[in-house]
Structures are given as structure tokens and as C-alpha cells.
């Protein structure tokens, strides 16, 4: 294991011993009725911007307006901080070592009985708490964790709006921008992304990337890269006993067993892969 990965999960562990820290941001603030954040559940806040050329905080903007209908569909954050903090250390550990270390993550485990996990554009990444208690270690939660970082680093959310033609060259959120017809292309487009990232799904060859991409990122984190599809075996034998799929993995994903077959060709990559963290006891005390 090389210096890079010892540091990385040697401050994680050193992070895991500190009390539990109160969750911070965007999603805290649903609770103060004058906030931006509520503002935007009711439907105050309209946002629109460009794909290709959007700056971060516009990209942020949307994912944030995508993350609340994720709140309405899946549920509220879990009043467990001790995993939710848990969580975030996990994830942004994997994120550092991603192809887009550069921006501010936020992960949030939301009370839910379907099995998914989705990320929203700039950096919001929503894991469901049925996923947790399938995941059995830490480098199972690296592996889903970093699959959806590969999404908002790969900016696939974003890429799907523009093939979709949603979009019409603006780069940056202001209120000029939502003046006449924007403002209704804008409702159009938040409400088709949120078909695509909850229901339909994205494009499947957009999943076998961001699969190929966890595996990497997991792997230069100093995971087993194993971990990723040990969670997609257990997922696919969930599956066969699950009688609704409706809004979960087996709906928003590609066929398990396809992702599995590429998953373990791409394993050939990583020899000393049995050498590398695995930390279930770890996950266990934490996520539990």
C-alpha cells in the first residue's frame, strides 16, 4: 500500500474516534421557514444554466433543487449522526482521490426502505438507509459512495440534460436568466432531470463508467475495489425476492449482472487487491 493510501485511511481513522458532529449546510437549514432552502421546497427559487460551460455554484444551485425532491421521495436524513458523520468521512475520503477532488461534497443517509443511492449535480449524494444495512463494510460503502461520486465528477446528471436539448447556452444563475420563457424551460427541465435521476435512471453506458471510475477511485483511496461488487452480488440476490422495484437500484440501474461481469474483468487490474482495507468491524461500530 502506498503512502498516499496509508494517510488517507489513517486520518479517516483518526476522524471516526471524534464525537459525532452535527450535519452542516443546505439541508439543515429545511427547518427554518425564511431559509433559501425552504424557500426552494415551496418552490420559491427557479435556477437554469448550461452544461458544458456552468459554473460551479450554478451546478450547485440545481443540485440542490434536485436534492430537495430527493428529501420528498426518499425521505428525511436519518437522526443517526454517528453514521452520519461516518458517512461523510467515508465519502470524502474516496472523493479526495476522485477525478474531481476539487469541490465540496455532501453525503446524507435518508430514512428509506428502498434500496438506491443517487448524486445529485455538485457534489450532493444521498445514500438510502436500507443500502446501509445491506452494505457489511467500509469498503462496500467506498465502492457505492465512490461509484456516486463518479456521476458528479463525470457531470453525467448534467450531460443528460444537455442531450436532452433542456438547456440553451446559459452559463451562470442570475435573475436575468429567468426572466420570460427560462423560467418556464427551467421547471420543464428540473422536472424531466428528476424522471431521469429517480425513475428512468441515466444512460447506461454513463453507469458502467461511473462503476469503472469507483473501482479506480476506491482502489487509489487504499479499498479493496472488490467492494463494489460485492454489494451489487447482495443487491441482485435481494432482487430476485423483491416484488417492488419501483424508484430503487434494480429500477435506475442497468442489469446487475451485466455491471457484476464488467466489474470483475476490471478486478484483473488490481493484484494486490486482497492486501488492501476492508474494515467491516470498523463499519459495524460506525454505521450501526
Known sequence: M??????????????????????????????????????????????????????????????????????????????????????????????MNSARPDIPYRFVVVESPVQNAFACPGGIIFVTSALMHTIQSEAQLAGILSHEVGHVALRHALKSIQRAQFFSGVGQITAATMKGDKGAQFESMISDMQNVLFDKGLDQN??????????????????????????LVELKRIEASSPDKKGSWFSTHPPLASRIAKNQAQMKKYQDAAKLAVLADRFKSQAR
Open 206 to 231: 454513463m453507469e458502467y463508467e461511473a462503476d469503472a471510475s469507483a473501482m479506480e477511485t476506491a482502489y487509489r483511496t487504499g479499498y479493496n475495489p472488490a467492494g463494489l461488487m460485492e454489494v
Open 2 to 95: 502506498n503512502a498516499k493510501r496509508i494517510l488517507t485511511l489513517l486520518c479517516l481513522c483518526a476522524l471516526v474516534a471524534l464525537p459525532a458532529m452535527a450535519a452542516a449546510g443546505f439541508l439543515d437549514n429545511l427547518l427554518d421557514p425564511n431559509s433559501k432552502e425552504r424557500k426552494m421546497l415551496s418552490g420559491a427559487q427557479n435556477v437554469l444554466g448550461s452544461s458544458q460551460q456552468m459554473d460551479y455554484k450554478s451546478e450547485r444551485a440545481i443540485g440542490e433543487r434536485l436534492a430537495v425532491e430527493g428529501l420528498r421521495r426518499y425521505g428525511m436524513p436519518t437522526t443517526n449522526q454517528k453514521m452520519q458523520h461516518y458517512v461523510n468521512l467515508v465519502g470524502m475520503s474516496v472523493a
